[in-house]
């Protein structure tokens, strides 16, 4: 089967949040055999997820392996626009995409088609990665002028941080040094008073991560800035004034708790912060998987829309990390967040007759799109499918469909009480 076509099967049925069956269920079903029906409907949300981000990430991840992203990438912008496209769109689209991806490559090579499928695109990112430091090649990327790049160069830091093995071990010294000399003409950039300070903050953790130079006073600012910011039962503001919208899930609690964690790893920091910080995202999430609706859409509301899956990421993140919040079991998050991406990306305009990401929520909606916004901003979407990261028999992957908490509440079933939190 068609890669696009597998990702345009039939709408939700059963359970919402699983793709039709396919071969692999139809053949459980021959044997009367419900628990391995359940299985394979829970492998097959699986290929689902994994087809899916390859249709997503594929444009981007190869033409930067070829040198030809410049070339080919469409250039499409939000309404205003204000910032110098040219110089910050492509690294949007690289360092946001393989965030995303990282956990997935991270996993070993085996002999599954998956597994082939895997090992290709972690080459292709590792090309890419070369060529995006490389002053000689075409896609040499952007770190040198404007301000967008310290925001990108953090999903890249972060990249490198989710993946280590995989994805920064295996680069040559040249290209090592390049990207920490990119990383450190970053530091000419003063962060925007708000979630900016974490971008900082990312960029000099992972310095400290390969045991380089870092400017503490960049992640301090970072941290206390947080704190102080913290809003009450998961919620931070972005800055002085509280804003209802998804940067929770686009940048503060990962990369919060991504940056406390290496502090805390490498004895620069307090590891009660890093817990503390751990909770907050567990409360946030837990609140998330609740507005998760019966049919997979969910509130759209404030600033940056067009991120589309980016909002759940500290929800998959958790799930990643086998710390998902006292009350929700993995495979709920799994059925959820299908239904999510089937809502969002089997809506005619979502791609462009290229396969490249257009602006909008659920479809091609430009008019939603911020003044920041271009084609590159995103590809932030793959931190949606960072669950991908954990190996097919896990769990997350292998149990069988669960009703999430919103099909529980609309169709009379008993659920857990929600309460606030106070830490």
Not at 87 to 109: M, Q
Not at 261 to 283: C, F, H, I, P, W
Not at 309 to 328: K, N, S, W, Y
Request: with cysteine.
């Amino acid at each position: 089967m068609e890669r696009r076509d597998f990702i345009r099967m039939a709408p939700l049925a059963g359970i919402a949040g699983m793709v039709a069956p396919g071969a692999a269920v139809a053949a459980a079903a021959q044997t009367g055999d419900h628990t391995n029906v359940q299985a394979a409907v829970a492998q097959t949300d699986r290929e689902y997820h994994v087809q899916l981000l390859q249709r997503i990430a594929n444009p981007v991840v190869e033409n930067m392996a070829k040198g030809t992203l410049k070339k080919n990438m469409p250039k499409e912008k939000g309404p205003g626009y204000g910032l110098a496209l040219e110089k910050v769109t492509y690294l949007e689209a690289f360092g946001r995409c393989i965030s995303g991806l990282a956990p997935w490559l991270a996993l070993p090579d085996d002999a599954t088609a998956e597994g082939k499928q895997r090992k290709k695109v972690r080459e292709q990112v590792l090309q890419g990665i070369v060529n995006a430091v490389n002053p000689a090649s075409p896609d040499y990327l952007n770190f040198r002028t404007e301000g967008q790049p310290l925001v990108d160069a953090a999903y890249l830091c972060q990249t490198f941080m989710r993946a280590p093995e995989a994805l920064w071990k295996p680069l040559d010294n040249t290209t090592k040094k390049n990207i920490v000399t990119e990383l450190k003409e970053l530091r000419r950039i003063r962060p925007a008073y708000n979630n900016w300070l974490l971008f900082a903050g990312m960029v000099e953790a992972f310095l400290l991560s390969i045991h380089e130079e870092y400017e503490p006073l960049r992640t301090m600012v970072a941290t206390q800035k947080m704190k102080e910011w913290y809003a009450g039962d998961g919620f931070y503001s972005d800055g002085p004034q509280f804003s209802l919208d998804y940067y929770n899930g686009y940048v503060i609690h990962p990369m919060l708790t991504d940056m406390l964690r290496v502090l805390a790893d490498n004895n620069q920091g307090s590891k009660a912060d890093y817990e503390q910080a751990m909770k907050r995202m567990q409360r946030f999430s837990e609140l998330q998987e609740r507005m998760i609706a019966p049919d997979g859409t969910y509130p759209a509301v404030g600033r940056s829309m067009t991120y589309r899956t980016a909002a759940f990421q500290p929800l998959v993140q958790l799930a990643l990390m086998h710390q998902l919040p006292e009350g929700i079991v993995p495979a709920q998050v799994r059925c959820a967040m299908t239904a999510v991406m089937k809502r969002i990306f089997e809506m005619e305009g979502t791609f462009d007759k290229q396969g490249w990401l257009q602006l909008g929520i659920c479809g091609h909606q430009p008019e939603v799109a911020d003044v920041y916004t271009s084609t590159g901003s995103l590809y932030i979407c793959t931190n949606g499918f960072l669950a991908l990261g954990l190996p097919a028999e896990d769990p997350f992957w292998s149990e069988a469909p669960a009703e999430w908490t919103a099909q529980k509440v609309w169709s009379g079933k008993p659920i857990k009480k929600d309460y606030h939190v106070t830490y």
